[in-house]
């Protein structure tokens, strides 16, 4: 599982090593973020770009930097635009962008949010699922329902906003891939040890995790 950090790479680098970043970190770029792909491509790393939509929605800058990143490699996703703790309100943004995400090669991510059970999940128009949505829905059977789904059709699953030791176990256990969090980006020192912890199962109880 990958630890995708909103920071220059280098400071990263500089506490885990080349090697490690290049496999088990890499950079979680956003339209308003002033960290290049480049950055990480340039140690072998992945990256991904975020919409920013948990912060405001901007069509335009949004456009822009779809272009500016098009055709750059070790691209794991590009989110597409969502409304947070709205599932309805995110298949439309999801429709109305999807064509343009796909015309510049981006590998589609789509947002998980809360209410997704009441909605048609498009598992055949995206390549990775973004767990977004409230602290209840994301530690929810309806999505660890629906991350097994993705699983079960080979789908990338990345888990937003995971801080804790807890969390990553949490993300470990239900099948995530990758997942970020601005604890990383505020504390790089905390990627080394916090990396210790993927795939740590054994002493915690199930409800313990979820609830964190």
Known sequence: ???????????IVSVVGEQTYRQQCGLLTSVGSRHHPNNAIAYGARWALDNDCFKTYKPQAIYRTLARYAGLPNCLFAVV????????????LFNAWLGTYQRFGY?????AQDGIEHTRIPY???DVLF?????QFKYS??????VAEAKRRGKWVHHGRVNTRERIVYSTLIGCDSYDGTHYTIEPSE????????GWKQHLLWEDTCAS
């Open 1 to 11: 599982m990958l630890n995708l950090v909103n920071r220059a790479p280098h400071s």
């Open 81 to 92: 635009p969502d409304v947070p703790r709205d599932a309805e309100a995110t298949a439309l």
């Open 191 to 198: 990627v080394k040890k916090h990396l210790g912890y993927i």
């Open 107 to 111: 590998p589609v991510a789509f947002v």
């Open 131 to 135: 767990i977004g949505g409230s602290n």
């Open 124 to 126: 055949d128009s995206f």
């Open 141 to 146: 059977k309806v999505l660890r329902d629906v």
